[in-house]
């Protein structure tokens, strides 16, 4: 096992006092960890990997990260962050299902070098876009192709050839199944957005504590409510019919986070002007109030939810609760 020569400063994107990551410097140094397990095939090595990483002052994105190496900061950072749901201030990724870490080694298969990665248990990238991100780390993997294994089970870019059959050979429930688990995913992890980051935010607000990483927090929270916004109405409408009451009950927070980004932004400007701060006062009282009935709607999450949303992902499609007893079951 070799070192990983990522600087942990450096990847972190909030770090305003080093110098950030370049997409170039990185596929560099992946490719000669990819070298280094060509040399020793079969020996494992951690990965680390945040989806759509690399992003340019317009937020366009220009690829995802991807080292490979020990390195136990960054190995305790995407245990304890990019994995978890609810911590998107310290968080590099837009959610955890952007982010994987594991183990990662060569095999020759067929007489090709294959490069294989094996996500830990616990990170949440859903199988069916993994074709899709080995395609975009081609230019790190030193012209090798490779697979993700996922519960002994292969997943590469040649799934794309036999989609056909594949689809075919599936129940038909299949589809709305996966659909219904991405939903109960983006749910649990907006409620656990109100729950812990939102009342953080508003604490700050009423201290008069505010800085640019509640902003960016704020941000972050409206987005991922804004995605789960996005795949509520792209789903099946059997997967509607299961999560329209958990939908209704997590989604009507989303104008109290914006009234949370917006006393952020006037704490802020108010701050550089010099200008009192009474709006801002009145605002955090307010947000206080909101965020009360907040946490009381969402306090059942504690434990029970945990383990109600683990027991979702496991359950086949006909034994998933669905209409008031899911709803009594996570809220």
Request: charged content about 25%.
């Amino acid at each position: 096992m070799f070192k990983c020569k990522v600087d942990f400063n450096a990847f972190d994107k909030k770090n305003d006092k080093v110098t950030n990551l370049d997409a170039k410097s990185v596929k560099t140094l992946t490719k000669g960890g990819i070298k280094k397990l060509t040399k020793n095939e079969g020996a494992t090595t951690p990965f680390h990997l945040i989806v759509d990483y690399f992003e340019d002052e317009n937020g366009k994105v220009l690829g995802s990260f991807l080292s490979l190496g020990l390195n136990k900061k960054l190995t305790k950072h995407f245990e304890q962050v990019e994995l978890k749901s609810g911590k998107l201030d310290k968080s590099m990724s837009k959610s955890p299902k952007h982010a994987a870490t594991g183990e990662a080694f060569i095999k020759t298969v067929d007489g090709q070098k294959i490069v294989h990665i094996v996500p830990a248990d616990g990170c949440k990238i859903p199988k069916g876009q993994w074709p899709k991100i080995l395609k975009s780390l081609k230019g790190s993997l030193a012209g090798l192709k490779a697979v993700v294994v996922l519960g002994g089970v292969s997943v590469g870019e040649q799934e794309n050839t036999n989609s056909t059959e594949a689809t075919a050979n599936k129940p038909a429930e299949t589809a709305a199944d996966a659909t219904s688990i991405n939903l109960k995913d983006l749910i649990v992890n907006a409620a656990n957005l109100v729950k812990s980051e939102a009342k953080k935010l508003a604490a700050n607000v009423k201290q008069k504590s505010v800085t640019a990483t509640d902003q960016t927090s704020a941000d972050n929270i409206l987005n991922q409510f804004k995605e789960l916004e996005q795949a509520f109405v792209s789903a099946s409408d059997e997967a509607k019919a299961k999560l329209q009451g958990n939908y209704d009950k997590i989604i009507q927070y989303v104008p109290q986070i914006q009234k949370i980004q917006a006393a952020i932004q006037k704490a802020l400007s108010e701050a550089v002007e010099g200008q009192p701060s009474a709006e801002a006062d009145n605002l955090a009282k307010e947000l206080e109030a909101l965020l009360k009935k907040a946490q009381q709607d969402v306090k059942a999450f504690d434990g029970k939810f945990a383990g109600a949303k683990d027991a979702m992902e496991q359950a086949p499609a006909s034994t998933a609760p669905s209409g008031a007893s899911l709803v009594n079951e996570l809220f």
